[in-house]
C-alpha cells in the first residue's frame, strides 16, 4: 500500500497526465522515493521534488528528455544516477543542499 506522501504524489502525478501538464510540483511532500509512474511524464519540462526525503533518483528519471528545469535540492541524495546526462534540454538544475561529492560525468 503506497504512504500518504507517495499516494499524494501519483494523484499529482495522474492529474498533470490527465491534463497534459508540462510542470509537475512535489516539493515538501515527505517522499522517500519518486513513483515509477513519473517517467511516463516523457512531455515534462519543470519537475520540482526538492524538500523531500529522497535518498535516490530513479534511473527512469533519464527518460523525461523534455525537462528543462530539474529541482532536487533538499534532500539526501549522496549520488545522481548517469542517466540524467540524457536530459539534453536541461538548463536548470538545483543540487542544492544534498549529500553529493560529486556529479556524474555524462552530466554537463
Keep these: 500500500m503506497a504512504s500518504e506522501p507517495e499516494s499524494v504524489a501519483l494523484q499529482r502525478i495522474e492529474a498533470c497526465i490527465q491534463s497534459g501538464r508540462t510542470e509537475l510540483d ?6 522517500k522515493r519518486l513513483p515509477d509512474r513519473l517517467g511516463d511524464l516523457t ?3 519543470s519537475l520540482d521534488v526538492s524538500f523531500n526525503q529522497l535518498g535516490s533518483l530513479p534511473d527512469r528519471l533519464g527518460d523525461l528528455t523534455a525537462l528543462t528545469s530539474l529541482d532536487v535540492s533538499g534532500n539526501r541524495l549522496g549520488s ?3 542517466r540524467l546526462g540524457d536530459l539534453t534540454a536541461l538548463t536548470s538544475l538545483d543540487v542544492s543542499g544534498n549529500r553529493l561529492g560529486s556529479l556524474p560525468d555524462r552530466l554537463g
Excluded at 512535489?26 to 517522499?31: A, D, H
Design 43 to 45: 512531455t515534462l519540462t
Design 26 to 31: 512535489l516539493w515538501g511532500l515527505g517522499l
Design 80 to 82: 545522481l544516477p548517469d
